[in-house]
């Protein structure tokens, strides 16, 4: 939500900017300036990257509209309660605490290697392999959108530069339109910042963002798997995973773990 309103504002200040200024708005409609721009920026930037990496960059530009933040404390809370049930009733019980839960690839991974009998170390080295290879693949992208931010500005000057030279060759038969040419000319500069400023740039920190979400969560995950195999207590899982919560994340953690608690508590009272 924050990300479209973010894009609604920058779009809004530059129109109300152009349409409040003294140049006719036809002035900034300058369609060889948006050729150049963004089609040098396109062929450059295939230049630079195979088409697979910059086909999965383009289909990441809508994703970077949904939240790239994760509920840590539901995470932390899910896990705890799968140790807690691998603790009580084994691993079948693992199994199926952990069928519903899909956003946490990495424990869902762990816990059936575990079941197919793979060693912590074995289980480990693989989890870090899909976690490094995870975040290269996101990072990947960050740089390619922050690549694009570099051509588009220079894509917009060599615009510029093509605008003055065909100016200049005007200038002796319509010394009148030096300023209307020059004015043109400037617009594929603008182009150029615009795109850099208002799309690609803030695209690949998002994306960078969404990367360190992810390794984050995904660090929790590799990490709560390893106390599985230690044979940790739950307590003990949710205190460490909670080590890398903020603290008002713990303490909602902590409450968490206090009703479920008193859930898992009612059937022995009522037995009794």
């Known amino acids: 939500m924050l990300t479209v309103l973010g894009f609604v504002i920058g779009v809004f200040l530059v129109g109300y900017g152009i349409y409040t200024g003294k140049a006719p708005i036809e002035i900034f409609l300058n369609w060889n300036g948006v050729a150049i721009v963004v089609g040098g920026t ?13 086909l999965r960059a383009f289909r990441s530009y809508f994703v970077i509209f949904k939240s790239g933040s994760h509920n840590y404390v539901k995470a932390v809370n899910q896990m705890v309660n799968a140790t807690r049930s691998f603790q009580r009733d084994g691993m079948e019980s693992l199994s199926r605490e952990t069928n519903p839960m899909k956003k946490l ?3 869902q991974d762990g816990v059936q290697m575990m079941a197919n009998g793979f060693s912590k170390e074995e289980t480990h080295v693989i989890l870090e392999d899909q976690i490094s290879w995870q975040m290269a693949r996101e990072m990947k992208q960050h740089q390619l959108f922050a690549t694009m931010g570099k051509f588009a500005p220079a894509f917009g000057m060599i615009g510029t530069l093509i605008g003055l030279i065909n100016m200049l060759i005007t200038l002796q038969s319509n010394p009148g339109e030096v300023g209307i040419g020059l004015a043109v000319a400037l617009t594929t500069t603008f182009y150029g910042l615009i795109l850099t400023n208002i799309i690609f740039m803030p695209i690949s920190e998002k994306i960078k963002e969404r990367a360190e979400n992810n390794l984050l969560l995904e660090t929790m995950e590799l990490e709560a ?13 949710r205190d460490k995973l909670c080590a890398y919560l ?3 994340s713990r303490k909602k953690v902590s409450k968490l773990s206090k009703t479920n608690g008193k859930i898992s508590r009612t059937p022995e009272k009522a037995l009794a």
Not at 42 to 54: C, G, H, L, M, Q
Not at 225 to 234: A, I
């Open 246 to 248: 903020s603290a008002g």
């Open 225 to 237: 798997v390893d106390m599985l195999y230690d044979g940790k207590n739950y307590i003990y899982v």
């Open 42 to 54: 396109i062929a450059s930037t295939f230049v630079s990257y195979p088409i697979r990496e910059v």
């Open 105 to 107: 690839w990495i424990f």
